[in-house]
């Protein structure tokens, strides 16, 4: 499934957690390694000297260092470059040119300005890669995946996350979950949700077991011995369905979820769904997001 990863790195403390799980995912897979730091035109424009250019580069370069040293010490060959324009627009280049399969960054990077935010450079990377993108916060131990979950709405958008959950689950011997939440708001509408019928919640639920029902056999027949369970969870949170998604990871003790979002727009652009970017900002463990193809 992955045979070249690319870590982006910024020096930032969930830069470093991902770097450490990106190399968790290389040496479970057997993949190389490519780290990058992108050096912010922007903040060269605003020097005003050489002396001041070169700190600026040697951070870049500190943060390389830090990640090939922790490598080393894992016994994981990597390659590093220190690149120089706009990081989103680098990172995904970088990995065209690399042939990478999957780019991994932390949720939010040096100038992140809030736990909740998902940082300026992550978001625009998921907007623009067609790369899968694993996003890492400051949850959970690096390396651990026994219980994996894949989310379903019963649409091709789902589905594409099945290869990169049952490739991970089969390398880490993962309990898979497959969770369909029914989220009552937008189905009942913004005031009147607390009075929908209970025929018509059961309906909802009976489509949300039809489509975690298909997920499940599509990995079963996938991989005949993973161990898979199913549920439909509900929600009337005004996040939506991702509250649920979010409820349902904490009380399982998921530790890596796995989603698909959208795919191109007429313009060209990736489009990340709502749902999965609610979910990046709000849970606490890695997110896997696999982009449909357009």
């Known amino acids: 499934m992955y045979e070249r990863l690319l870590i982006a790195v910024d020096g930032s ?92 960054v932390g949720r939010q990077g040096l100038t992140g300005i809030g736990r909740r935010l998902l940082g300026g450079v992550t978001e625009q990377v998921l907007h623009r890669s067609d790369v899968p993108v694993l996003v890492v916060s400051g949850g959970g131990e690096a390396g651990d995946y026994a219980r994996v979950l894949l989310t379903t709405d019963g649409s091709d958008n789902a589905e594409v996350a099945i290869p990169h959950g049952t490739a991970i689950a089969r390398r880490f011997d993962s309990e898979v979950h497959v969770v369909n939440v029914v989220d009552l708001q937008s189905a009942g509408g913004l005031f009147d949700a607390g009075g929908l019928e209970a025929e018509f919640v059961e309906r909802l639920e009976a489509r949300g077991q039809e489509a975690v029902d298909a997920m499940g056999r599509q990995l079963e027949e996938a991989e005949g011995d993973l161990d898979v369970r199913t549920a439909v969870e509900r929600t009337s949170s005004f996040e939506g369905a991702a509250a649920g998604i979010r409820e349902y990871v904490a009380a399982e003790g998921i530790d890596l979820v796995v989603m698909g979002s959208h795919g191109r727009s007429n313009l060209g652009r990736q489009l990340l769904g709502s749902v999965a970017s609610t979910v990046l900002r709000t849970v606490d463990v890695p997110v896997l997001v696999v982009k449909r193809p357009g």
């Open 13 to 104: 403390e969930e830069a470093r957690r991902a770097a450490r799980r990106g190399l968790g995912l290389a040496a479970a897979f057997d993949a190389s390694v490519d780290v990058v730091s992108v050096v912010e035109q922007k903040a060269l424009r605003l020097t005003e000297s050489g002396s001041e250019r070169s700190r600026v580069r040697d951070r870049g370069e500190a943060a390389l260092a830090e990640i090939e040293t922790l490598a080393s010490d894992l016994g994981i060959a990597v390659t590093t470059e220190l690149v120089e324009g706009t990081p989103a627009v680098e990172i995904g280049a970088y990995a065209d040119a690399r042939g990478a399969d999957l780019i991994v």
